[in-house]
T-cell receptor, first 113, second 111 residues
Framework: DAEITQSPRHKITETGRQVTLACHQT?????MFWYRQDLGHGLRLIHY???????NKGEVSDGYSVSRSNTEDLPLTLESAASSQTSVYFC????????????FGQGTRLTVV | GIQVEQSPPDLILQEGANSTLRCNFS?????LQWFHQNPWGQLINLFY???GTKQNGRLSATTVATERYSLLYISSSQTTDSGVYFC?????????????FGKGTKLSVIP
């Protein structure tokens, strides 16, 4: 069965370190997204990609970057982790160029100390 | 950007009761999805419903795109229905496929 997987599931890191969260999907979807979920804010879009070598900023992109070198993967990098980036991160993918159903990974809980 | 409002924010039900959750959105959409976030944090797809009505067991959903709202119905609720229900939409603007989420309805079903 096709799926979308995130790793690691949990991570603790120190302020100032670079951190990369992995997202891998086997749906062969063109569209991939990263969201963060915080109490009181719901899910907010960080970055998204509509295909290989395409990346776009979302609502809360400061301090994050992504790259898309193939269809399956969209890694999210925190250049210099800050305590404000403590959150649960979700990756998602969707198929069609016109709003196909999106599927989410299990989430990564990141704590910055 | 598109605005998504969900109501009510919190809901407590006795097991066996029925409920209706509402999602209002501010612009035309090409995608509307309902998700259930379970107590373990997993986002589970319930419905992909940019328009029309769908049913899946005790759950059903209706989207009236022209009036910019969607409803999620839960019948004969069970304790396993507890969690947060999210509505998410993608605007039908050109090149806009990313979902915008509402803040959710937290449902607690008590025995």
């Amino acid at each position: 069965d096709a799926e979308i997987t995130q790793s690691p599931r949990h991570k603790i890191t120190e302020t100032g370190r670079q951190v990369t969260l992995a997202c891998h999907q086997t749906w062969n979807h063109n569209n991939m997204f990263w969201y963060r979920q915080d109490l009181g804010h719901g899910l907010r879009l960080i970055h998204y990609s509509y295909g290989v070598h395409d990346t776009n900023k979302g609502e809360v992109s400061d301090g994050y970057s992504v790259s898309r070198s193939n269809t399956e993967d969209l890694p999210l990098t925190l250049e210099s982790a800050a305590s404000s980036q403590t959150s649960v991160y979700f990756c998602a993918s969707s198929e069609s160029p016109r709003g196909g159903e999106a599927f989410f990974g299990q989430g990564t809980r990141l704590t910055v100390v | 950007g598109i605005q998504v409002e969900q109501s009510p924010p919190d809901l407590i039900l006795q097991e066996g009761a029925n409920s209706t959750l509402r999602c209002n959105f501010s612009d035309s959409v090409n995608n509307l999805q309902w998700f259930h976030q379970n107590p373990w944090g997993q986002l589970i797809n319930l419905f992909y419903i940019p328009s029309g009505t769908k049913q899946n067991g005790r759950l059903s959903a209706t989207t009236v795109a022209t009036e910019r709202y969607s409803l999620l119905y839960i019948s004969s609720s069970q304790t396993t229905d507890s969690g947060v229900y999210f509505c998410a939409v993608a605007s039908s603007g050109a090149g806009s496929y990313q979902l915008t989420f509402g803040k959710g309805t937290k449902l607690s079903v008590i025995p």
